[in-house]
């Protein structure tokens, strides 16, 4: 994974690369998303995986920095080969922090993202796409937001998340009693006419666990009961949030039972990384 940070701009870029590439899915339980290459993970897609993903700030107008992602796999060889020159795959998402940054992530941010990409744990707080992040805009005590990750075993095999969260409604934590981050937005903690209107939470789950597109789709649909499980509200009819998950290894896919074990992990590993989001952005 690579991060390029603004700091002064107050947004960023984040990359996972794979190598090789990998079979990938997604799930969608937000309603405004702002999206590129999203086709690319349907289950009859000519290309079949996919070789990097690009989550940035800057709502609609970072989707410019996936630009910057494949001109970097290009020059490398990397991508989906048309018999006429190799093509990168690279799906996209942004989250809406335009009430934070006053830049907006272009093609050299994804650029320096793709480069610095390596295989070091995963940076977590105020950075990359999880720069501009706001938690609680819809209450009274808005909170830095960030990114977070987790990753845990499941048998012979690990499955992890990546999360960006950029969220309307506040970050609760059952076990720590409650809020952690921001405020519920009203009375009875329900949403009111004033509540921030573009917020968007994104996942992306990976597993070593061999699985074709549609056990991806399956693992990205179980895994969004970690973002319910954390955020409150979630999924509200102004938020981008998606989830993609994506597959690493070749092989025999998964029968039901291991897949759905893959699953409950998955969504623990999710819950978790929102909580060490906005932690770590505190820190």
Known sequence: MGVNTNDEGQTGVTVLRFDPAARGGLWVPGSAPGSREWGALSLDHVAGEVHALCLSGGSAYGLAAADGVMEVLHREGEGFDTGLGRVPIVPAAVIFDLHTASVWPDRAMGAAAARSASSAPAPEGRIGAGRGAMVGLGGPAPAAGGQGSWAMPVGSHRVGAIVVVNAVGAVVDAKAG????????????????????????????????????AGCRILAKMATAGV????????????????????????????????????????????????????????
């Open 178 to 213: 409650g809020v952690i981050a921001g405020s519920l937005p009203g009375p009875g903690g329900l949403l009111d006419a004033g509540a921030w209107r573009g917020q968007t939470t994104l996942v992306a789950v990976a597993t070593d666990a061999p699985l074709d597109r």
């Open 228 to 283: 319910a499980r954390s955020l409150e509200p979630a999924f509200t009819p102004f938020d981008g949030d998606v989830v993609f998950a994506f597959s690493t290894r070749p092989g025999s896919p998964m029968d039901a039972v291991q897949l759905a074990r893959l699953g409950q992990a998955a969504a623990r590993s999710v819950s978790k990384a929102i909580l060490r989001a906005v932690r770590t952005a505190r820190s």
